[in-house]
């Protein structure tokens, strides 16, 4: 079945190729746009994944794909996702399997449920299972991506898009910060900077897993690339008593002077 079938829509979503298995850090979208967020699609149905994956990558966001329940499982343990799209007709094992695997594991990922099987009992045992929320096929794909927000937000204790400290103020959705009420003008990652470190702000943030959020498995990433962002925010964030501390050779925290 074309991918366009599994869409309430007459306009099917534009993708491009997507490699399998591989993220990458699409074009920034200004509106509705999460820029930090990482994703794992587990759907067997290229199509149908290439189209997902397009628009999620089309609003910012990183994206993994897999085709099968075991190295959903694998992946999902090994690192950090904000959301796991999960399909339940999968070529190796379940996925209601996958579920159970990684909420035995401790796994607290948000589990997107996205399937063809809409039986009421279907529905009742994935959430019995532990996923957070259920979505059958077809479906209208602007639904699909408004619940994977939603899914980030709640993950992350922050249903309100809005992350403010002292006199700094970002919006999660329309892409924008202010500082003292003025506008700030942020490029796509140096606003991926401010928004991890708003969200955990006061707590000190490894650099390591600072470069997972903010460059893709893709991008050429120079040993100072980083710094280059750090010291670009830090410019931007001048008067607003808000500043980057660096703890060295740990990562950095976001505090108010």
């Given at each position: 079945m074309h991918a366009a079938g599994f869409f309430n829509t007459s306009t099917p979503p534009k993708t491009g190729r997507i490699p399998r298995l591989h993220t990458t850090l699409a074009t920034f979208h200004?509106?509705?746009?999460?820029?930090?967020?990482?994703?794992?699609?587990?759907?067997?149905?290229?199509?149908?994944?290439?189209?997902?994956?397009?628009?999620?990558?089309?609003?910012?966001?990183?994206?993994?794909?897999?085709?099968?329940?075991?190295?959903?499982?694998?992946?999902?343990?090994?690192?950090?996702?904000?959301?796991?799209v999960l399909d339940l007709g999968l070529p190796d094992i379940d996925g209601l399997d996958v579920l159970r695997q990684l909420r035995r594991a401790k796994c607290t990922t948000p589990v997107l449920i996205l399937t063809a099987r809409d039986a009421p009992s279907d529905r009742v045992k994935g959430l019995d299972l532990g996923a957070d929320d259920y979505l059958a096929k077809p479906f209208d794909l602007g639904e699909f991506e408004?619940?994977?927000?939603?899914?980030?937000?709640?993950?992350?204790?922050?249903?309100?898009?809005?992350?403010?400290?002292?006199?700094?103020?970002?919006?999660?959705?329309?892409?924008?910060?202010?500082?003292?009420?003025?506008?700030?003008?942020?490029?796509?990652?140096?606003?991926?900077?401010?928004?991890?470190?708003?969200?955990?702000?006061?707590?000190?943030i490894l650099r390591e897993r600072l470069i997972t959020e903010i460059f893709g498995d893709d991008d050429p990433v120079t040993p100072n690339a980083l710094e280059v962002q750090i010291t670009r925010v830090r410019q931007k964030l001048k008067g607003s008593g808000v500043e980057i501390q660096s703890v060295r050779n740990l990562g950095y925290l976001l505090s108010t002077r």
């Open positions: 200004q509106a509705d746009t999460e820029c930090t967020m990482r994703v794992l699609i587990v759907e067997d149905d290229a199509a149908l994944s290439r189209a997902l994956a397009g628009a999620l990558r089309g609003n910012g966001l990183l994206v993994d794909e897999v085709e099968e329940g075991r190295s959903a499982v694998r992946l999902a343990l090994g690192q950090h996702y904000n959301v796991l408004a619940r994977i927000r939603a899914l980030n937000r709640r993950g992350q204790g922050l249903p309100d898009p809005t992350l403010s400290m002292g006199a700094l103020v970002l919006n999660r959705s329309s892409a924008e910060a202010w500082v003292n009420g003025h506008r700030i003008d942020l490029r796509r990652r140096e606003f991926a900077v401010l928004e991890a470190l708003l969200i955990r702000q006061g707590k000190l």
